[in-house]
């Protein structure tokens, strides 16, 4: 999946600054970021409020990556079809879709939840999804945890 985080930001905003001091206000300006339950609706709400609209469509992006030019699925279709598509025995699949974990900054944005709840409605009615705590360190926690196993190697 090559809609991420940093590919996103770097379009809109520019690349990621380097010192601490510049680094604050970008975190400042990333955290007031919102996701539309629909988008369009929301653009025509403000469509003369430029730095506000700005705020709806970079997470947009995350849902529908044809808008940055790019043809990768959206997270929530990409999901679903990792999920769908995954060759398991037994209720593995149905254990899966029971456990749907959100995670990372992006995650975090006010709105994220309910739209991803929203769209993947639309895909599948029998999911359950569940957000970590704390969406930007937990990644990094997981991914050490899953590094140290002995069957790494076998999944990287």
Same mark, same amino acid.
């Given at each position: 999946y090559r809609v991420t985080g940093k590919v996103v930001?770097?379009? *809109? &905003?520019? %690349?990621t600054p380097s010192s601490t001091h510049s680094l604050k206000g970008w975190i400042a300006k990333k955290q007031?970021?919102? &996701?539309?339950l629909d988008f369009a609706e929301k653009m025509g709400e403000l469509k003369d409020e430029e730095e506000e609209m700005l705020r709806y469509t970079l997470p947009e992006t995350?849902? +529908? %990556?044809?808008m940055i030019k790019n043809e990768e699925k959206g997270i929530v279709q990409f999901v679903h079809d990792v999920i769908e598509d995954y060759e398991c025995a =037994?209720?593995? +699949? =149905?254990?899966?879709w029971k456990n749907v974990i959100c995670s990372g900054g992006?995650?975090? *944005?006010e709105g994220f939840e309910v739209r991803f709840q929203q769209d993947m409605k639309a895909l599948k009615e029998?999911? +359950?999804l569940h957000f970590v705590k704390d969406r930007i360190n937990d990644i990094v926690l997981g991914g050490s945890v899953f590094s140290s196993l002995h069957?790494?190697? +076998? *999944?990287?």
């Open positions: 930001t770097e379009q *809109h &905003v520019g %690349p007031e970021l919102r &996701v539309a995350f849902f +529908k %990556p044809q =037994g209720d593995l +699949k =149905g254990r899966l992006w995650t975090a *944005h029998d999911f +359950k069957t790494f190697d +076998k *999944h990287a």
